[in-house]
C-alpha cells in the first residue's frame, strides 16, 4: 500500500495568493482528517471527514480557509488569500470509521511558506 | 471535552538508559489510546495502541499499560537507541458512533538520545 500521499511536498508563495494543498487517502479507508502543526500551537486538527462529507470543522482557522473532499481517494484543503502566520507544516491522515478504535495513517505532510 | 495531556520536553537520554514519557486523559466514555512517533521532517507514525482497560500495547521495545484507575498511559522502553530520536505523541480516539469519530492528541514531546 503506498500510504496518504500528499502533494506537494514543499510549497513557497507570497503573501495574497492561492494555495491548494492535496490528499489522496489509502484505498478503503472513510476517514480523512487535516491537521496543522507549528511549534507554537502543536498539532491541530482543521476538518474531519467521513464518507467525504465534513464532520468537524471547528478547528478551521478563518474562512479564508476550505477543504472540499469530492470522492473517497482525493482532499484539498485551500487558503485564499494566503498570509504568512498559515506558514506552518500540514498534515492529511486517513482512517477506517475515524481511526477511534485503530488510529490513523498520515502522509508526509505539506511544508508551506508563505513570504 | 476529551483531552490528553503529556509531560513537557525535551527529555535528553544516553543511549541505553530508561524512557518514561508520561500521558494522562480526560474523557467521557472509554476511549481508545494512542502513542505516536514523528522523525523529523515526517509524518506522525502509529507506534502502539490499546483499546480497553488494562490492555498493554507494545512495538519496538516500546510499553504502554491502559491505566483507566488512573487515567494514564505512560510509554516506556528499557534501553533508548540513538535512533529513537523523535517527537511522541499521546492521544486517544473513540470507537463508539456518532461525532466522536476522531483523535485528540497531546502536545508532543520531544526526545533526543545522545551516544
Known amino acids: 500500500d503506498a500510504g496518504v500521499i500528499q502533494s506537494p511536498r514543499h510549497e513557497v508563495t507570497e503573501m495574497g495568493q492561492e494555495v491548494t494543498l492535496r490528499c489522496k487517502p489509502i484505498?478503503?479507508?472513510?476517514?480523512l482528517f487535516w491537521y496543522r502543526q507549528t511549534m507554537m500551537r502543536g498539532l491541530e486538527l482543521l476538518i474531519y471527514f467521513n464518507n467525504n462529507v465534513p464532520i468537524d470543522d471547528s478547528g478551521m482557522p478563518e474562512d479564508r480557509f476550505s477543504a472540499k473532499m469530492p470522492n473517497a481517494s482525493f482532499s484539498t484543503l485551500k487558503i485564499q488569500p494566503s498570509e504568512p502566520r498559515d506558514s506552518a507544516v500540514y498534515f492529511c491522515a486517513s482512517s477506517l470509521r475515524g481511526g477511534g478504535a485503530r488510529g490513523a495513517f498520515f502522509g508526509q505532510g505539506t511544508r508551506l511558506t508563505v513570504v | 471535552g476529551d483531552s490528553v495531556t503529556q509531560m513537557e520536553g525535551p527529555v535528553t537520554l544516553s543511549e541505553e538508559a530508561f524512557l518514561t514519557i508520561n500521558c494522562t486523559y480526560t474523557?467521557?466514555?472509554?476511549?481508545?489510546l494512542f502513542w505516536y512517533v514523528q522523525y523529523p521532517g515526517e509524518g506522525l507514525q502509529l507506534l502502539l495502541k490499546a483499546t480497553k482497560a488494562d490492555d498493554k500495547g507494545s512495538n519496538k521495545g516500546f510499553e504502554a499499560t491502559y491505566r483507566k484507575e488512573t487515567t494514564s498511559f505512560h510509554l516506556e522502553k528499557g534501553s533508548v537507541q540513538v535512533s529513537d530520536s523523535a517527537v511522541y505523541f499521546c492521544a486517544l480516539g473513540f470507537h463508539s458512533g456518532g461525532s466522536n469519530y476522531k483523535l485528540t492528541f497531546g502536545k508532543g514531546t520531544l526526545l533526543t538520545v545522545n551516544p
Open positions: 484505498s478503503g479507508h472513510n476517514s
Open positions: 474523557a467521557t466514555g472509554y476511549p481508545s
